[in-house]
């Protein structure tokens, strides 16, 4: 076992102290926890909705307009500003609602959707309850997290998608030429917690995509198998889509059968369907995996931050800001890329601030551990600054370098080591440590931070509340 396993704080340090060899840890989660007990609570809440009304929540039925309503008034309560649309179906009125977070740069949208109508025969929980109380539990914790977002954040619970995608379609179609132009990228998650769950990822990768490669790395951090799927147009991101907007998004299987080879990664039963209630009156509140749902709230979390912190080089934050987004972990590896397990809450060291940190080395055996982040210096900037606080210690004895930490910044490929830290002089009391980045301004750079160790006596390299900031 190596430092980031579950051993009580007391033992890790007893082991680490000696320098034992210690075995590799399962990948820590990322990202901020999103409450599944609420979610769960979402979930209770529309199928009690469809209880009152029939039994289902479809277009054109009061059970459809109370969900609208319900979710509304969550969302408002919450400090979103709420939009409803209706438009007209078929089968009556139906409404998307539209949820936008106040704040961020309005040239730069991300989008987050799922589709609240179900099919008429039943109350839809895990088609697409299940998506719809996802995406509201994380755009409530979002709201209440007091993170300031880059990008303005926006969710849609889309209205009609059973009748053909309807309200997706609408929305898209109604937006001005401004308004789609600022819509950088759009996530749907339309079942996220089938009953004999699979874990797809949309196999979108057009428009400069980088929206599945970061749900397969979540899935991979959580030790997670996952198949990508071709979605094409099943669901509301095909409008998106078709703006060729970078669109993406996760599923957990309806009517198609899963087979052996999933079954064995993934548990449940073979032969059977991912979602057997699929459409039909038995998709309630006990038709879900909660598992499933677990997993996957805590993915939209992961990539709503991420999202809402990413730079599509629009509008630069103003002077002074930090341009390092979670510079102080406290959501996890959020936007940081590297080595699975270093950014962690584990109590085993001290945070500087929060719970949160990254730990590099400490594991007393052969190792090579980093973490990246990229940002945009701005051209306009009078400097531009680099800090984070360090708190090194170590088992290794002597003045031999062993261990070592390097701080680098990495531009148009090409690496400078700004500082190298190791074994020798390691002292376990917080400094802050400041570099001068101005050369950088105009550019692209990757801030990284490298450790390595040798075959044993740890070193561990603390690191927190990073900081790039310009004047
Ligand atoms: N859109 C489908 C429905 O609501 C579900 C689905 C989603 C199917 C994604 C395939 C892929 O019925
Ligand atoms: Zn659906
Ligand atoms: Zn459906
Ligand atoms: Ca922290």
């Known amino acids: 076992m190596r430092k980031r396993t579950l051993l009580t704080p007391l033992v890790l340090a007893?082991?680490?102290?000696?320098?034992?060899t210690i075995a590799p840890p399962a990948a820590l989660a990322a990202g901020p926890d999103i409450s599944v007990a609420n979610t769960k609570a979402h979930l209770d809440q529309l199928q009690s909705i469809a209880n009152a009304n029939g039994g289902n929540r479809s277009t054109g039925r009061p059970g459809y307009k109370a969900s609208v309503d319900w979710v509304k008034a969550k969302l408002d309560a919450a400090g979103y500003t709420t939009t409803v649309q209706p438009f007209s179906t078929s089968s009556g009125t139906s409404y998307n609602l539209v949820a936008d977070l106040p704040g961020g740069d309005t040239s730069?949208?991300?989008?987050?959707?799922?589709?609240?109508?179900?099919?008429?025969?039943?109350?839809?929980?895990?088609?697409?309850?299940?998506?719809?109380?996802?995406?509201?539990?994380?755009?409530?914790?979002?709201?209440?997290?007091?993170?300031?977002?880059?990008?303005?954040?926006?969710?849609?619970?889309?209205?009609?998608e059973e009748l053909g995608l309807l309200g997706s379609k609408y929305y898209v179609n109604n937006l001005t030429t401004a308004q789609r132009s600022a819509i950088k990228s759009y996530q749907n998650f339309d079942m996220i917690a089938s009953p004999n769950v699979g874990y797809f990822v949309y196999d979108d990768n057009t428009a400069g995509n980088g929206i599945r490669d970061d749900f397969t790395k979540y899935y991979d951090g959580k030790g997670i198998p996952w198949e990508y799927i071709d979605v094409q147009g099943r669901s509301d991101h095909a409008a998106f889509r078709?703006?060729?907007?970078?669109?993406?998004?996760?599923?957990?299987?309806?009517?198609?059968?899963?087979?052996?080879?999933?079954?064995?990664?993934?548990?449940?039963?073979?032969?059977?369907?991912?979602?057997?209630?699929?459409?039909?009156?038995?998709?309630?509140?006990?038709?879900?995996?909660?598992?499933?749902?677990?997993?996957?709230?805590?993915?939209?979390?992961?990539?709503?931050?991420?999202?809402?912190?990413?730079?599509?080089?629009?509008?630069?934050?103003?002077?002074g800001g930090?341009?390092?987004?979670?510079?102080?972990?406290?959501?996890?590896?959020?936007?940081?890329?590297?080595?699975?397990?270093?950014?962690?809450?584990?109590?085993?060291?001290?945070?500087?601030?929060?719970?949160?940190?990254?730990?590099?080395?400490?594991?007393?055996?052969?190792?090579?551990e980093n973490e990246q982040q990229t940002v945009t210096i701005p051209s306009t900037a009078a400097t531009a600054q680099l800090s984070f606080w360090g708190r090194f210690d170590t088992a290794e004895v002597g003045s031999t370098v062993y261990d070592t930490l390097k701080v680098q910044v990495v531009r148009n490929g090409v690496t400078t080591t700004l500082a190298t830290y190791s074994n020798v002089g390691a002292s376990a009391t917080w400094v802050q440590r400041s570099f001068d980045?101005?050369?950088?301004?105009?550019?692209?750079?990757?801030?990284?931070f490298v450790?390595?160790?040798?075959?044993?006596?740890?070193?561990?390299?603390?690191?927190?509340?990073?900081?790039?900031?310009?004047?």
């Open 14 to 20: 007893a082991v680490t102290t000696a320098g034992l």
């Open 108 to 160: 730069s949208v991300v989008m987050f959707g799922a589709h609240l109508d179900s099919v008429s025969v039943g109350p839809g929980i895990n088609d697409n309850g299940s998506g719809s109380a996802g995406i509201l539990e994380t755009a409530l914790t979002y709201a209440a997290s007091g993170q300031t977002p880059r990008n303005h954040v926006r969710f849609g619970f889309w209205g009609a």
């Open 437 to 448: 980045l101005s050369a950088y301004r105009g550019s692209s750079v990757t801030v990284k």
């Open 242 to 319: 078709s703006l060729g907007l970078p669109t993406g998004g996760i599923f957990s299987g309806a009517e198609t059968t899963k087979t052996s080879a999933q079954a064995s990664k993934w548990g449940g039963t073979a032969g059977q369907a991912f979602d057997a209630c699929y459409h039909r009156s038995c998709d309630t509140n006990t038709n879900l995996d909660l598992k499933a749902l677990d997993v996957n709230v805590d993915a939209i979390g992961a990539m709503v931050w991420a999202y809402a912190a990413k730079d599509y080089g629009t509008t630069p934050p103003p002077a």
């Open 451 to 471: 450790a390595t160790e040798d075959s044993s006596a740890q070193t561990s390299f603390v690191i927190d509340d990073t900081a790039l900031t310009t004047s």
């Open 322 to 368: 930090n341009l390092l987004a979670n510079p102080g972990f406290e959501s996890g590896a959020v936007s940081w890329t590297g080595t699975s397990g270093p950014i962690t809450s584990s109590t085993s060291r001290p945070a500087h601030s929060g719970t949160w940190k990254m730990w590099l080395g400490g594991n007393g055996s052969t190792a090579s």
